[in-house]
């Protein structure tokens, strides 16, 4: 599946720069509680974007952008990912690049040619669950393998967590913690059913702002800095 939108710009996904938002379809998992269902479910339902329009758009904002937010779905899946990200770094703009990690070898391609500069890495649940999330099998270790990429990568690195009930407890984030010592930054976001995936999920209640906060203070024993989003 190629580029899915385009969304006009963000302050939100490219922390104190404003930036252009590209979504690509298609996702390996299949998260119950995931936010953007259309694009893991039913990619075929948007059209392609031609890529040449786009580069051309992102051209014509350059003088008010900075850079570019790739999102999606999971866009290290598709393999026309690294060509775009060589076309958006040869017009001088930033990229951020949001993956749930479970494609290091697309990462390490990415990172070893700069065409990285904000890595933002998601961690669901504990690796071990990781099967639950999709019919198909999903190797935990692969996230493991991104989580070192980042960890040792000079660009800027979140991991992100949405705190799901059933899903993120206290012991969880301790072991999440464990995996990701040292990081420079753990975002924490509140969870908001109403565009879940699957229906369950949809009327899951979320967490109290004061639990989302003594999750955040666990999390503060392993990284630099933690911060809450959503609440």
């Not at 039913?42 to 850079?67: K, N, T, W």
């Not at 949001?98 to 390490?108: C, E, I, K, S, Y």
Request: overall charge negative; aromatic content about 8%; proline content about 7%.
């Amino acid at each position: 599946m190629g580029i899915k939108g385009f969304q006009g710009t963000s302050l939100l996904d490219f922390p104190g720069r404003i930036a252009s938002l590209v979504f690509w379809g298609g996702c390996n998992l299949t998260c119950p509680f995931c936010h953007n269902p259309a694009l893991v479910l039913e990619p075929e339902g948007y059209p392609d974007l031609a890529v040449a329009a786009l580069l051309d758009d992102l051209a014509g904002r350059r003088s008010f952008i900075d850079g570019v937010v790739v999102s999606g779905g999971e866009p290290t899946l598709n393999p026309g990912l690294i060509a775009f990200l060589e076309q958006v770094k040869g017009l001088g703009l930033l990229v951020k690049l949001d993956t749930n990690g479970l494609a290091p070898d697309v990462v390490a391609q990415a990172l070893d040619g700069e065409l990285i500069d904000y890595l933002a890495i998601d961690l669901k649940t504990a690796f071990e669950r990781y099967p639950e999330l999709h019919p198909a099998p999903v190797n935990p270790a692969a996230l493991l393998e991104t989580v070192r990429l980042g960890l040792k990568a000079s660009v800027e690195l979140e991991f992100r967590t949405t705190c799901v009930p059933g899903w993120v407890d206290e012991e969880i984030v301790r072991q999440l913690g464990e995996r990701i010592v040292g990081a420079p930054l753990w975002s924490l976001q509140q969870y908001h059913p109403e565009y879940a995936l699957s229906e369950d999920s949809r009327e899951q209640t979320p967490f109290s702002s004061g639990q989302v906060e003594s999750f955040a203070d666990i999390a503060r024993q392993y990284v630099d800095r933690v911060i809450v989003r959503g609440l």
